[in-house]
Nanobody
């Protein structure tokens, strides 16, 4: 069955870095657009970043542009989110999601996606 499993979350000080991983199984990763989302307590789910099937096109929310980098290794069935210069407002549960479609400018909208992981907690605090 289709599975997406996030890992790499944790507690980090402001200014620090984390790399999240999204390991997928049950489908061929290179057929899917992948997105990273986050949700903080009391807030709506936010599309953080997304990446096309080949990895050649990416998109970022303005709040993370220049600090976060999305990448993928289709051979390893894994997508990554490198997060640098972390701020307290980055604290949230981070989810990866997969859409069986070509890249779309709507790729940071949650409605685009067919499958979701269970999430990993990222806490930025001193």
């Amino acid at each position: 069955q289709v599975q997406l499993v996030e890992s790499g979350g944790g507690l980090v000080q402001p200014g620090g870095s984390l790399r999240l991983s999204c390991a997928v199984s049950g489908f061929t990763l290179n057929s899917y657009v992948i997105g990273w989302f986050r949700q903080a307590p009391g807030k709506e789910r936010e599309g953080v970043s997304c990446i096309s099937r080949s990895g050649g096109v990416t998109d970022y929310a303005d709040s993370v542009k220049g600090r976060f980098t999305i990448s993928r290794d289709n051979a390893a069935n894994t997508v990554y989110l490198q997060m640098n210069s972390l701020k307290s407002e980055d604290t949230a549960v981070y989810y990866c999601a997969a859409a069986n479609s070509a890249y779309t400018t709507r790729c940071r909208l949650y409605q685009t996606y067919d499958y979701w992981g269970q999430g990993t907690q990222v806490t930025v605090s001193s």
